[in-house]
């Protein structure tokens, strides 16, 4: 058994310097010990805390220090104690990419001095002496700094010794502001402890925090029965997407897809030679993760599908799915990647009894490990060239955790613009974990979280713990893969409360449609989340323009969450409670309350329901003594509300859910423009 | 500014091995990401945990390695997997010094192998191309055993491999105990991820757990007025002391004592020629740190003494306290020790604008900080050699903590039996860094917490979360600076609960006497928590033999405390609810429960309190449907009781508490011998 010793040195004496006296602790953010980055978007601000404290009675300063990572030299904010030992400070990040934070503090003897001599001063002390220990600092200072100032502070210096001055003048000088300020400037900071690690922030671009996307199968975008839809065919889908107003455009993989142990309609083992496949049995002759499969269209179709989608104010994401079909050119070229069985058989996927003959995984335990990471993170930049920068990776639990670290970073280093969701329907840790090496967003559990403590519970950890430094959620009502119990069996309203609750609780959620907006809810089996002839195993052809299709309602929410920068954001999720379990009432808003969405959602998809909600006014910036105007955004609605406690009653037939604009003044006679 | 770098490597491919796929995170006990020991006693155990897990599907072993420092080889511990990725191991510590533990896991192929034959001869599945595979495996594992073990493997492998065998007898030997067995002693670790850290524990004496001090100023030691106690005298006291049951004795200072600016009575600044002095104004012509004040005797006395106290079941403790009279040797000899004002004198302690001209700090900023570092070290060596082995630091929070951690790591290294006890009446971050970076035991916030809230609050603190891996507290209920309101105005019945609660809620704690026994509790002033003519600044002679002295009550706690195993750890106390606040009630239990106390405490010094107590009956061992007994150990009372709701009832006035032994089983007829 290899073990690999790393133990922490002993302090020697001669190690060390022992005059180092100021201890810094307790840093946040700082994950898991400094190994992961936190992460931010452009233009948000990093909040850093510890504890910062040292021996004795000394006066301390403290230090904030940042910089971009490709860049040696720090920018520096002073830090402000709250109380209890703790301090904080904080820095705005500007630029896409990597930046660091750390910080340093010491013993201030100048400003130690300066409050001493105060208390001495304000005793009727004798402060003589005292006015020459800070003479020799004032003194010291001035050769810490430039020719000018130097002689700045050396003139000061001379001022406190000044035997002829009475001593009330001399303390007025050293108790001036602008002794204080310009000893700042150059402290002696000699014995300063600067923290032990640089902590790392990595810096996204808007959407990968504020994002609203639409999943597609493109062979399934042309209603009329029978036909394969072309990336041509789904150019004219687009304005039919972009009129919902989503902003992502997911695509399941459109690459060639496997003939051997090819699945049949509903997933069956063995398809027909007129069964398309599934998208995800990944590899023909036609090609592996490099080509399209070619009754979707030519490379150059894509590119300019990604042109025609960006027009519509779409930005195409792609799946990741590292395996391979039994006829992927990689198992001939690379049998090296893949596990042989002693029959000399590669061996397939399975999760005993069952097995998937369809999927070969790649054996990430091979000695030629290097050369296939190398090649995967080759097929992630090929279509980076074409012009995708979002991927959205399939199953990466199922792949080692160094290989993501390292492929992420990779990536990153040259297209920090890039965003990667991870698709780890797994265990939390797990889960987590993803995000932590480097997974821009997550899917989560939310199609799972029900009940109103369930809501609360989960979301309480995503968006107020330390989890949301790290996991940005991404919520989805339904996938091709998940058809939820709720949807199954709640109906239209049950589609439209999750989709208010997704694209509210959340600053990025999806769909996968059109069986979103069809409320197509037909489970395979009674206890599935299978889709009933699901699209993964058939082409479609939907009726969009179904009169009871949810397109508008989704149109509505989305130009809702557009609108309202409140949404734009998790961190600022607050709940507030009702008195009855089914109503689900929460509240988003800007960090200066200028907006301020409340949502009440009724969880039950089949009774209306009523009751109070009690509000957190304080969260809202709301004054408890005025009333307040809340505009339903959904129906247009005007309700005049004061105080916490106000009614509410939500009828799930008709728009199961408020959205609320909190209009903190309504209109009073001082609107009139002759009022004065 | 200076800044030292330290970056996370950016993980690049040629610098790792990718294959190492398990994760290992959240390991707990880790102290500030592994920077500080855990501590322990001998023969008490460490329980690790973690997070463990790999991507895919693939079955887990772990296992937690631990050493003693001071020797290379590991022990292994196979860890358990509890629920969510959460893994368990333990050991315990059975010598005195510092161990290493650290984390090995790895995805065991064998152990996916047979878990997954079985599901498949389960359903029935033809197994021949597995059976070969695991063949393969036991063969490679072969390769890694003795000769001997090696060539079961390899008949087993040829077993699996005999087609002329039926599969289901091949397979009854691939799942058998025999192979799992030999197989987990041979494992495929070579990916196996070691955890990064050699986390360290540092294991104590037992007393550094359970000890209860006595702290006595030994020129206070003589009844007749006018008399200055010598070490001599205090030999004659050790039978009092011994009487009451206390293992610890601790003296205040016993060095030569400054005369310029020596205080008089009460602290006031200047005393006059006939004061003794306070003890902690060390140093004069006569001596320093390692000298014995002429009155009090020779280092020969205090050789002597310490035999004579050890006769006694006492262990001497001395207070070591770094600062100096203006008289003291130091101050002559190491002027550079010292700060020098601008006009030549040497900076005094202040706190402005109060003066403490009597006191010097050391400069622990001098250029000479390694001569003094090692100077105060051989201080304590020189008492260590006197055969001193525990030490009560004083204001430890005054000088660098670097010093400390070096101090007291270079002295455990070649004494792991001495004990350091913090005296950092300060901040709580500053209170635990000292302990995190080596103090034995602390003094803690116990005087000022006086409610059940806060009682409860602060135990919950201090021995339920990870603070009591580093922190053991030691509780006084006063000391020579410290006389509580509670205690001022809580007259006798404050004592006894005090008392009562110290030595129960804590496994250490101590007294400041006689002052306590004897129930002093005049404050300088109001609002002071001073004691009137301190013993600081003048010698007392105490009547101990007065008769309402408490020290037969404190001699019943004590044998109390020694006979019960329950109440020598602080980790299992446990509070239950009382339907009145003024009545606080909880429990402490040895691992196995053999031995359970319960402490009901009136905490209102003046009414009689009753109440129903609601027991947590499973804490304590107790079957809900049998009545047990508690024996009331101070007034050796009985009651039955049954259920988890029972009736209290305690008059301040005679005893303010009960500590209950649980006797889970009342006699009954079966234990007639003639009961068949």
Chains 1, 2 share one sequence.
């Not at 006296?21 to 010990?33: A, L, M, N, Q, S």
């Not at 996927?349 to 000695?367: G, V």
């Not at 199953?395 to 955790?401: A, L, Q, R, W, Y």
């Not at 408020?658 to 209109?667: F, N, Q």
């Amino acid at each position: 058994m290899r073990v690999r010793l790393r133990r922490e040195a002993t302090p020697r004496m001669k190690d060390r310097e022992g005059r180092w006296r100021t201890v810094i602790e307790g840093v946040k953010p700082e994950i898991d010990g400094g190994h992961f980055a936190i992460k931010r978007t452009v233009s948000e601000e990093v909040v850093v805390e510890a504890d910062i404290f040292t021996d004795g009675h000394d006066a301390l300063s403290a230090v904030l220090l940042y910089r971009r990572e490709s860049q040696p030299q720090w920018t520096k904010v002073p830090m402000e104690v709250l109380v209890n030992d703790r301090w904080r400070g904080s820095f705005r990040v500007t630029e896409l990419g990597r930046y660091r934070y750390t910080l340093i503090a010491w013993a201030d003897h100048f400003k130690t001095w300066r409050r001493d001599l105060a208390k001495k001063a304000e005793a009727g002390q004798d402060v003589l002496v005292d006015l020459l220990v800070g003479a020799r600092l004032i003194e010291e200072a001035g050769r810490r700094a430039s020719k000018e100032e130097g002689q700045i502070l050396r003139k000061w210096a001379e001022d406190l010794r000044a035997d002829a001055e009475p001593q009330s003048a001399r303390i007025r000088l050293a108790l001036s502001a602008k002794v204080a300020a310009l000893m700042e400037k150059h402290p002696d900071s000699r014995f300063a402890t600067t923290y032990e690690k640089e902590l790392a922030v990595v810096v996204d671009r808007e959407k990968a925090r504020f994002s609203s996307w639409y999943e597609m199968f493109p062979r399934s975008c042309v209603s009329e029965p029978g036909r394969h839809g072309t990336l041509k065919d789904c150019e004219a889908r687009l304005p039919y997407i972009a009129s919902m107003g989503f902003d992502v455009l997911y695509f399941p993989p459109i690459h060639p897809i496997g003939r051997t142990h090819r699945k049949g309609k509903n997933g069956v083992p063995s398809g027909t030679p007129t069964d398309p496949g599934s998208p995800w049995g990944i590899g023909s002759q036609e090609g592996g993760h490099k080509a399209i499969h070619p009754q979707l269209g030519t490379l150059n179709d894509f590119r300019r599908f990604l042109d025609k989608a960006k027009e519509h104010g779409l930005e195409v994401a792609l799946d990741v799915a590292f395996h391979c079909s039994p006829d992927h050119p990689y198992v001939k070229e690379h049998r090296e990647w893949f596990k042989i069985r002693p029959d000399g058989t590669v061996q397939y996927a399975e999760n005993p009894p069952k097995k998937y003959q369809d999927i070969y995984p790649l054996d990430f335990e091979t000695e030629q490990w290097q050369e296939l990471w190398e090649e995967l993170k080759r097929v992630v930049l090929f279509w980076i060239d074409q012009g995708v920068r979002i991927f959205r990776v399939d199953n990466p639990h199922t792949k080692p955790f160094p290989f993501w670290e390292w492929l992420i970073q990779e990536v990153k280093q040259d297209h920090p613009d890039v965003i990667f969701l991870s698709e780890a329907f797994t265990r939390p840790k797990v889960m987590y974990r993803l995000t932590k090496l480097g997974f821009t967003q997550s899917y989560t559990y939310f199609g799972w979280r029900n009940t109103k403590a369930e809501l609360i519970q989960y979301f309480t950890e995503l968006t107020q713990t330390e989890v949301r430094e790290y996991f940005r959620p991404n919520l989805w009502p339904n996938t091709p893969d998940i058809l939820t119990e709720q949807l199954q069996h709640g109906g239209r309203p049950a589609f439209m409360a999750r989709l208010v609750l997704a694209a509210t609780l959340g600053a990025s959620y999806g769909i996968y449609g059109p069986a979103f907006e069809l409320c197509e809810n037909r489970p395979r089996e009674a206890g599935s989340e299978e889709y009933l002839d699901s699209e993964k195993y058939e082409i479609k052809h939907w009726d969009i323009d179904r009169a009871d299709s949810l397109k508008e309602f989704i149109g509505r929410v989305n130009r809702i969450r557009r609108e309202n920068p409140a949404l734009h954001n998790d961190w600022s999720l607050r709940f507030h409670s009702v008195d009855n379990d089914q109503l689900f009432c929460y509240s988003k808003s800007t960090p200066d309350v200028s907006n301020v969405i409340l949502v009440v959602v009724n969880l039950s998809h089949y009774h209306t329901h009523s009751g109070w909600v009690e509000l957190d006014l304080d969260t809202l910036g709301l004054d408890p003594e005025r009333p307040f105007q809340v505009q339903d955004l959904l129906t247009n609605a005007y309700y005049l509300w004061q105080g916490s406690r106000n009614y509410v009653k939500v009828n799930p037939h008709s728009v199961p859910a408020h959205i609320l604009l909190v209009r903190r003044r309504p209109r009073t006679e001082k609107d009139f423009d002759y009022y004065m």
